[in-house]
Every structure is written in C-alpha cells, then in structure tokens.
C-alpha cells in the first residue's frame, strides 16, 4: 500500500471493518502562531508521532465506559458535535463537514491515544532538522499554542481523542497493513523513538 493517492486512501479506510488497536504513524508539520516572531529554526517545525493507538470506536461510547468505571453517572456526558463525520460505519475515517471552504474534501483519521497503555513517542524536529523534543512544550507553548483540550467529561482520567490529517498518516496496521507511506527518513526517526519506550 505505497505510493496511494488519497482517494485510495479514502476507499481503503472507509472499508476497514475493524475496530481497536492499531499499529500507527504520522508526520505533521506546524507553523508558529501569526501573532508571533518565531527564530528561524522554528519557522516550521515536524512532529512524528509513532505508537499502538486505538481507532474505530465512538467517542460519546467510549466517555460513557469510562464513567461507569469510575462509578459515575454515564448519562451525564453527551458529546458536542465536530467539524467531520464518519465517512463509513468504522468511525476511522472523517470527512471535513464544515463551513470553510478551503477545507472542503479534507479526511482525517481519528485516534484515541490514551484508552490503553500501549507503547507511543514523539519526536519534534526544527526547521533545521535538529531534535527538540526535550523543549517541545515549552516551545510549543510560546510560538505554536497551547495545544486543545478534550470537552469536560467529568472524568479523573480523560478519553483522549485526536483528528489527524489523512496525509499525515504515513502508517495504518491492524493485522493488515493499510497504509504504508513509511520512507527511509521516516523510520530512521521512529524506529528508535518507539524502541526506547
């Protein structure tokens, strides 16, 4: 599965027709804030993301088991509506379905990163190609933002939930491998990243 054109990718996931833990990877690449004057090395910086993450479930579900294991009310949460739907039954893939156009025709997979504790790292490198993930929240909090929490869901332990961009998704296996847009490059970051957990 390399080398897909993102209508593949489309067809490909829209047809998973399982739910749990999978295999994952992606690349995202971020621009600081408009409102501030990031060094050069910071005018864009890329974070790998490589671990096991849960995908296909329902979100509002998902909230729901986790109240009752902590012994409050599952009623008590219901879900805010987002800026994509399900595109297929698996609840992996979303297409955008809001009111910008710009975004019209954009797919994102959504994970759940913390339901279980599986292995996951983050690597962040500068523009420069130099590691920064020891200083990432710190820099992340001057030049890019404070990253967006979950809605309130009453919980000690919240059900983390994440929307990435399908291509930033370079790698999808559950049993079989999905997708599969790893490069050299790629697995010379992350390999090591996941095998030092």
Known sequence: MFNMTQNQMVDV????????????????????????????NLKEVTLFFV????????????VR?????EGKDPNSFEAKGTYA??????????AYSGDKAELEGN????????????KKAVVVKDAESQDITANWPAIRDQY???????????LKNPVEVRM???????????????INEITEEI?????????GI
């Open 107 to 118: 797919h994102y997979v959504r994970i759940f990163p913390n339901l279980h504790n599986f």
């Open 187 to 195: 697995a010379k970051i992350t390999v090591p990243a996941i095998k």
């Open 13 to 40: 996931l829209a047809g998973i027709e399982t739910s749990g833990a999978f295999g994952f990877v992606s690349v995202t690449h971020k621009l600081p804030l408009k409102s501030v004057v990031a060094p050069d």
């Open 51 to 62: 671990g096991i993450v849960s995908a296909g479930m329902d979100y509002e579900a998902e």
């Open 144 to 154: 890019f933002g404070k990253p967006r929490k979950n809605e309130n869901q009453g």
């Open 164 to 178: 990435y961009s399908l291509q930033s998704v370079k790698y999808l296996k559950r049993g079989e491998v999905f």
């Open 65 to 69: 088991k986790q109240l009752i294991a």
């Open 85 to 94: 739907v399900p595109v297929g039954p698996n609840k992996i893939l979303y």
